[in-house]
């Protein structure tokens, strides 16, 4: 018995139990609050779960997963020399119906316009003791963007990776209880009420030359863009080009699911205790909350702009779509719009900025690659 109890206490000894932290403990909740909210809530599951997977994987220690050598390390390969975040767009590229922007073009500087929480929270870390490169990738958490979140990060500050990327998905995830709120302090039940003319179809010929127009255009006057904006135009060209479905369905669910779980369990592997609890993560969060209600504010603001212009032809709401959580936010205000008035139907015109908030944080990004690189 006694011998038993010896060895029963040299195994636990060299178990994890021994070597485990309250961090660990700590980062090991988060995750599974975030395995709740993903799977109970349904926010954002195909993001959440492998996310905080990754985090659970990353917190058993001993495990060696995320040391040299690792299966996480080499996962990790992708995040870590930006081949996710490109591979995503593609996929986003090739998933986008791009025709609610061209129908109507004006809706583009509603996605501008809800860019500027981006420029309040790059300030505002900058006040916080932030350096500018690290201020930057905090600051493009207000695009709720996670792909260009990650890709602008591990550019200009890997070391704030995690708390970047985690922040940046969690809003993506929480769009249906942020924006709600933000929305309706801006507009009221009239605004919300407004009812929107049908777009004009879009001709086969402009969804072809768009992405191919886009592109040069971007890369000529941006060209730090070119990684972004090109790939995401170049699956939107095989989704509407006609002549390469095969390669438009493998971009819209094989490849962009492989590498969303790839990228989610990368982006999990950097929540370990030692590096993501410090006070820099809580300014980091609260900073990403701050830039993604400003960004709504700002979009919201001018669509009451644009509607004052219109003679109350557009609906403020879809300004709030110009952040880039494609489709959620185009979701929010339609479901928004539908509470005031049933017969309402935003989805599309809400549609227009929100494609348009892709190419604005990408362009957004780039801007800050070009200035700080």
Not at 216 to 230: D, E, K, T, Y
Not at 345 to 351: E, G, W
Request: hydrophobic share 55%; net charge neutral.
């Amino acid at each position: 018995m006694e011998l038993y109890l010896q060895s029963l206490a040299k195994v636990l000894g060299e178990s994890g139990f021994a070597a485990l932290t309250w961090g660990n403990i700590a980062m090991l909740l988060v995750a599974f609050v975030f395995l709740y909210l993903a799977i109970v809530k349904g926010f954002e599951p195909l993001l959440l779960v492998p996310i905080a997977f990754g985090c659970v994987l990353v917190n058993l220690p001993l495990s060696g997963i995320m040391d040299e050598g690792g299966f996480l390390r080499y996962i990790f390969f992708g995040t870590q020399h930006e081949i996710y975040p490109v591979i995503i767009f593609m996929g986003i590229g090739a998933l986008t119906d791009f025709a609610p922007l061209l129908a109507n073009p004006i809706t583009f500087l509603l996605g501008a316009a809800a860019q500027l929480g981006v420029f309040i929270a790059l300030f505002g870390a900058m006040m916080l003791g932030f350096s500018v490169k690290e201020a930057a990738s905090i600051a493009i958490i207000g695009g709720a963007d996670g792909p260009t979140s990650i890709y602008l990060t591990m550019k200009l500050a890997p070391q704030i990776l995690g708390a970047v990327a985690v922040a940046a998905y969690s809003y993506m995830s929480l769009v249906p209880l942020i924006q709600p709120p933000v929305i309706k302090m801006f507009t009221t039940k009239a605004d919300r009420a407004i009812r929107m003319d049908n777009l004009r179809p879009v001709s086969k010929l402009e969804k072809v030359l768009f992405p191919i127009v886009c592109t040069v255009a971007a890369g000529l006057l941006l060209p730090m863009s070119v990684p972004l904006i090109g790939i995401l135009m170049f699956g939107n060209l095989l989704r509407e080009c006609g002549a390469t479905e095969r390669l438009s369905q493998a971009a819209q669910n094989e490849i962009l699911n492989a590498t969303t779980i790839f990228l989610g369990l990368s982006v999990g592997a950097t929540m370990s205790a030692a590096d993501f609890l410090t006070v820099d993560t809580i300014k980091i969060i609260l900073l990403g909350l701050v830039a993604f209600v400003a960004s709504t504010m700002g979009g919201t603001l001018f669509g009451q702009l644009m509607k004052v212009m219109s003679g109350g032809k557009i609906n403020p709401m879809i300004g709030a779509a110009g952040v880039s959580a494609v489709p959620m936010a185009a979701r929010v205000v339609q479901n928004v719009s539908q509470k005031e008035n049933p017969g309402n139907f935003l989805l599309m015109h809400a549609m227009g900025p929100n494609v348009a908030g892709v190419i604005g944080t990408a362009v957004a990004a780039s801007v800050m690659l070009t200035l700080l690189s």
